[in-house]
């Protein structure tokens, strides 16, 4: 089966690209988790932002997808839905898990995978679950309970901007 072992992304392979996750403070405080895939930017909003506790399902808000060249996005944004500041909060490479098809796995509503950043790493699951509002964009992240877990693990104890070393205070008055 040598036509197999050519394949790029045969089912087991890591296909690794990048992740980000800005912290923006818009009209209400929200991490962006976005995933790079297609050739787009694949972007959850999660108000309580993502955390290393694997006891802990947060709320995260499936969003429009951004271009490849909002990754480094840091800076002021002056009008619109996003207004507010932001901050590269996080950010390095991601990997799917059970599945070689990450935008297949979205669209059906359930994605597995690891994080490699400087403050999130591991294995996390996105899944689409709105039990009581069925709202479609409704999604749950959670960390799996690997050698990364850490009990009750708050982002908001790591402020600053992985790129600049920044607040979003800072980012706002500058
Ligand atoms: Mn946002």
């Given at each position: 089966m040598s036509e197999l072992a050519s394949?790029?992304?045969?089912?087991?392979d890591h296909v690794v690209s990048r992740f980000v996750v800005h912290r923006h403070r818009a009209r209400r405080l929200h991490y962006d988790l976005r995933l790079e895939m297609g050739g787009v930017l694949v972007s959850w909003a999660v108000p309580k932002g993502p955390t290393l506790d694997p006891a802990v399902r947060v709320l995260a808000v499936h969003v429009d997808d951004h271009e490849l060249?909002?990754?480094d996005f840091e800076g002021v944004?002056?009008?619109?839905?996003?207004?507010g500041d932001a901050i590269v909060w996080d950010w390095g490479m991601w990997a799917p898990a059970k599945t070689a098809d990450p935008v297949r796995a979205v669209a059906d509503g359930e994605l597995h995978f690891d994080l490699m950043g400087e403050k999130v790493a591991g294995r996390f699951a996105l899944i689409r679950s709105d039990p009581i509002r069925r709202d479609p964009r409704n999604w749950l992240l959670v960390h799996k309970n690997d050698e990364h877990a850490v009990r009750?693990?708050?982002?908001?104890?790591?402020?600053?901007?992985?790129?600049?070393?920044?607040t979003n205070e800072e980012v706002a008055a500058d």
């Open positions: 394949e790029p992304s045969a089912p087991g060249g909002h990754y944004i002056e009008s619109g839905y996003g207004r009750g693990w708050d982002p908001e104890t790591l402020p600053r901007s992985v790129k600049s070393g920044r």
